[in-house]
T-cell receptor
């Protein structure tokens, strides 16, 4: 079974700061999901990536398959970025089931 | 184009009761997955439905059951509710069953068991 660890658990930043959230997993995979969950529960898929880097606006996600590690970066952070960020990977191999990290709660203060 | 919708948004039940939660997938999607998210935790996979059949199941007891209809909508049923079943229940839809298919999540149903 794939274990997913995220760090940090909680992160507080000032508006404009550069944010990094990390995700490590134990079993080799081919792709990883980054999700955003706002207060109230709704989850939005941010990225699915299998190699290298993806960018969408101020969000950048990177993955190193060999090191079993991914990072989510937010440039020029804004209070509206405040949310829980969750990474998810297949449970193992070609499994169709996802296992999720516990999430990183980000608070960006004005 | 409506995204994933879930009903109801909130629900309060007592121990021993039964509950049914509903999910309508995003237009064009044929696969529905259900997740349970306890407070402060990441979502836990319950099961996945495709072609009206349960394809994958997580580590949940038989009290949790589901159904998928010909229009791809889905229901999650929980019998003999326990206090520990209190959680946010999320459904996600995708086109196809693979873990590498992008999943679109609904807003969730918050279940409180008293």
């Amino acid at each position: 079974k794939n274990e997913v660890e995220q760090s940090p658990q909680n992160l507080t930043a000032q508006e404009g700061e550069f944010i990094t959230i990390n995700c490590s997993y134990s079993v080799g995979i081919s792709a990883l999901h980054w999700l955003q969950q706002h207060p109230g529960g709704g989850i939005v898929s941010l990225f699915m990536l299998s190699s290298g880097k993806k960018k969408h606006g101020r969000l950048i996600a990177t993955i190193n398959i060999q090191e079993k590690h991914s990072s989510l970066h937010i440039t020029a952070s804004h209070p509206r970025d405040s949310a829980v960020y969750i990474c998810a990977v297949p449970t193992q191999g070609g499994s169709e089931k996802l296992v999720f990290g516990k999430g990183t709660k980000l608070t960006v203060n004005p | 184009d409506a995204g994933v919708t879930q009903s109801p948004t909130h629900l309060i039940k007592t121990r021993g009761q039964q509950v049914t939660l509903r999910c309508s997938p995003k237009s064009g999607h044929d696969t529905v997955s259900w997740y349970q998210q306890a407070l402060g935790q990441g979502p836990q996979f319950i099961f996945q439905y495709y072609e009206e059949e349960e394809r994958q199941r997580g580590n949940f007891p038989d009290r949790f059951s589901g159904h998928q209809f010909p229009n791809y909508s889905s229901e999650l049923n929980v019998n003999a509710l326990l206090l520990g079943d209190s959680a946010l229940y999320l459904c996600a839809s995708s086109f196809g069953t693979g873990a590498y298919n992008e999943q679109f999540f609904g807003p969730g149903t918050r279940l409180t068991v008293l």
